[in-house]
């Protein structure tokens, strides 16, 4: 079955930074996007990117640019998000979901999310 | 960029009972919006793409119209398991969300 599945839960201090991974069965990976949604304790969703997995485009959000990346490795059919110069607002759950390869859009699967603390 | 929001913030219903939720974009974004359902300590799971069509495996009580920049998302009646928050999206954008709780 389709799944994404992402890595464990992290801790960090702030000014550090965190690499998260998002790990694609049952599809072919470089068919489509992933993006990444975060959600902040208490708070609602929060788009922070897309990356094509067919070639590597990526779109970001605003609010981020300088502070995310987003990468893929098509051999092992996994999506990376690393968010440099934690601060304590960037405490949240962070979803990867397949999106469009072309475009951000829908988002049809989701991981069951990584919990990141950013706490001194 | 398009902010989108949606009404009512908090919407108190009993089983069975027909719920509506509105979603309203600052600009047009013709039929490109999704509707998502996320239940406590849970992913969200996509409802409705494009506006009108329900993903894979939604039920039928679950229904989307709209276009342009105002969008409904209509439940037709309510299970036990559909109380909770329902979020709007388009492209790079996430509507603040619906709860939907038991009245």
């Known amino acids: 079955q389709v799944q994404l599945v992402q890595s464990g839960a992290e801790v960090k201090k702030p000014g550090a930074s965190v690499k998260v991974s998002c790990k694609a069965s049952?599809?072919?990976?470089?068919?489509?996007?992933i993006s990444w949604v975060r959600q902040a304790p208490g708070q609602g969703l929060e788009w922070m990117g897309w990356?094509?997995?067919?070639?590597?485009?990526?779109n970001y959000a605003q609010k981020l640019q300088g502070r995310v990346t987003m990468t893929t490795d098509t051999s092992t059919s996994t999506a990376y998000m690393e968010l440099r110069s934690l601060r304590s607002d960037d405490t949240a759950v962070y979803y990867c979901?397949?999106?469009?390869?072309?475009?951000?859009?829908?988002?049809?699967?989701w991981g069951k999310g990584t919990t990141v603390t950013v706490s001194s | 960029e398009i902010v989108l929001t949606q009404s009512p913030a908090t919407l108190s219903l009993s089983p069975g009972e027909r719920a509506t939720l509105s979603c309203r974009a600052s600009q047009s974004v013709s039929s490109y919006l999704a509707w998502y359902q996320q239940k406590p300590g849970q992913a969200p799971r996509l409802l409705i793409y494009d506006a009108s069509n329900r993903a894979t495996g939604i039920p039928a009580r679950f229904s989307g119209s709209g276009s342009g920049t105002d969008f409904t998302l209509t439940i037709s009646s309510l299970e036990p398991e559909d109380f909770a928050v329902y979020y709007c999206?388009?492209?790079?954008?996430f509507g603040p969300g619906t709860k939907v709780d038991i009245k």
């Open positions: 979901a397949r999106d469009g390869v072309a475009v951000a859009g829908d988002l049809d699967v």
């Open positions: 999206q388009q492209r790079s954008n």
């Open positions: 049952g599809y072919t990976f470089t068919s489509y996007g």
């Open positions: 990356i094509s997995a067919y070639n590597g485009n990526t």
